[in-house]
């Protein structure tokens, strides 16, 4: 069973516009949550995170939102830009604080259209 | 600073038999893990080691195994390889094991079996 769900496969965006790309989880005892990025024939790039105590984290173009009650969570970048193209995953670190083991959803490849 | 280098990037390899990729961390770091990524799956934890230890461990068959030497250079070992195995297989290395901690990833091997 998938505990950490990314359920918009590809995201189109126009750039300058937002993207907001969603990412829901069922374990409610997740209590980190990371976003990374991926380019083709390159290993993910870390961007931001957010903790369980948190609601929001900002960094630059990019937000972090997190709904605990929902357990759902989302990436705001904005505005967007050409280089934004890529895969980008949610990750959730498991029950014990461990990041070393994280659960990855399965992407979102965001297009980002000049 | 270098980051995490991961060799051989491409691998090909026929049914039966074993293979042993190979991770260096970021100088410093001694936290590394292992992740299988394949199209339907997406990224799975494979193990995670700390200072020579296993911390955590995936839900991979005993096919899959790994160590990490002193220096905190891993390697993992695939044995009686299946075509299922094909996959890009990404190490990522942090500085410790905790909340917080960033990953970084190499940029993955590219293991194929015929």
């Known amino acids: 069973d998938q505990q950490v769900k990314q359920n918009s496969p590809s995201l189109s965006v126009q750039e300058g516009r937002i993207s907001i790309l969603n990412c829901d989880y069922t374990n409610s005892m997740f209590d980190y949550f990371l976003w990374y990025k991926k380019y083709p024939a390159e290993g993910p790039t870390f961007l931001i995170s957010i903790s369980s105590i948190k609601d929001k984290n900002e960094d630059g173009r990019f937000t972090v939102f997190l709904n605990k009650s929902a357990k759902h969570l989302s990436l705001h970048i904005v505005p967007s830009q050409p280089g934004d193209s890529a895969v980008y995953f949610c990750?959730?670190?498991?029950?014990?604080?461990?990041?070393?083991?994280?659960?990855f959803g399965k992407g979102t490849k965001l297009s980002v259209k000049p | 600073k270098a980051g995490v280098t991961q060799t051989p990037r491409y691998l090909i390899k026929t049914r039966g038999q074993q293979v042993t990729l190979s991770c260096s961390p970021i100088s410093g770091h001694r936290s590394v893990s292992w992740y299988q990524q394949t199209p339907g799956q997406g990224l799975q934890f494979l193990f995670e080691y700390f200072s020579e230890t296993q911390r955590n461990k995936g839900n991979f068959p005993g096919r899959f195994s790994g160590r990490q030497f002193s220096n905190s250079r891993s390697e993992m070992n695939v044995s009686t390889l299946e075509l299922g195995d094909s996959a890009l297989y990404l190490c990522a290395s942090s500085l410790r094991t905790g909340a917080g901690d960033t990953q970084y990833f190499g940029p993955g091997t590219r293991l194929t079996v015929l």
């Open positions: 990750a959730a670190s498991a029950p014990g604080g461990s990041q070393g083991n994280l659960i």
